[in-house]
């Protein structure tokens, strides 16, 4: 069983389009979090979730925007895409309020062009 | 936020030990140092984590010392497949701790 899920593996896009990227993990967690790795490897806290609560909100553009419907879930929507956002998109889950060992999904593989 | 840095890139052999050291200055009392490996194309995993002294499991050893203001990772008799980039994180306890990963060390192993 996969403990962390993303769906799409890969997304190619037109600028300007609206995107969502969802993710699911289930380990029990209560805490997931969105990160955005750029081609050098950055890899940058985006959102973190506890409990279906936003708990940090990095600087990040508003056209992106999380939503957790339950715990196991945390998506990513994407409005007017530009060219910078194209990198990929990890989702990860940790338990106990966080700070635990953090288990990423594949990510997602966004490409605007 | 506790900063991290490490090395951005190092080269290896099979079968060689290899030491990759993460700089941490300002950590506060109540964090720890996690260690995470990345393949291409894959999220990162865990690997180790301490809070002081060494900590060993199957896969590798983490050294840190008495002032923990660095620590690091052994990876002892390297394979191939143990080509991937190294994260090191100064982790907390807490929903409300931003956890920062930085860039990461990329090991290439050569035969």
């Known amino acids: 069983d996969t403990a962390v899920s993303q769906t799409p593996k890969y997304l190619v896009t037109q600028m300007g389009n609206d995107k969502s990227i969802k993710c699911e993990q289930n380990?029990?967690?209560?805490?997931m979090y969105w990160y955005k790795q750029d081609s050098k490897k950055f890899l940058k806290i985006m959102f973190s979730?506890?409990?279906?609560?936003?708990?940090i909100n990095e600087t990040v553009p508003n056209r992106f925007s999380p939503k957790s419907p339950d715990k196991a879930h945390l998506n990513l929507h994407i409005n007017s895409l530009e060219l910078g956002d194209s990198a990929v998109y990890f989702c990860?889950?940790?338990?106990?309020?966080?700070?635990?060992?953090?288990?990423f999904g594949p990510g997602t593989r966004l490409l605007v062009l | 936020l506790a900063k991290t840095t490490q090395p951005i890139s190092m080269d290896s052999y099979e079968g060689q030990e290899v030491n990759i050291t993460c700089s941490h200055n300002?950590?506060?009392?109540?964090?720890?140092i996690t260690w995470y490996q990345q393949f291409p194309s894959q999220g990162p995993r865990f690997i180790i984590q301490?809070?002081?002294t060494k900590v060993t499991n199957e896969v590798a050893s983490l050294f840190i010392p008495a002032d923990r203001k660095s620590s690091t990772l052994s990876l002892p008799r390297v394979s191939l497949s143990d080509t991937a980039v190294y994260y090191c994180?100064?982790?907390?306890?807490?929903?409300?701790?931003?956890?920062?990963f930085g860039r990461g060390t990329s090991l290439i192993v050569h035969p």
């Open positions: 990860a889950s940790t338990g106990r309020d966080g700070g635990e060992t953090q288990y």
């Open positions: 380990l029990g967690h209560d805490t």
């Open positions: 979730y506890n409990n279906k609560e936003l708990i």
């Open positions: 300002n950590i506060a009392t109540n964090d720890y």
């Open positions: 301490g809070y002081k």
């Open positions: 994180l100064v982790d907390r306890s807490g929903g409300s701790y931003i956890p920062t």
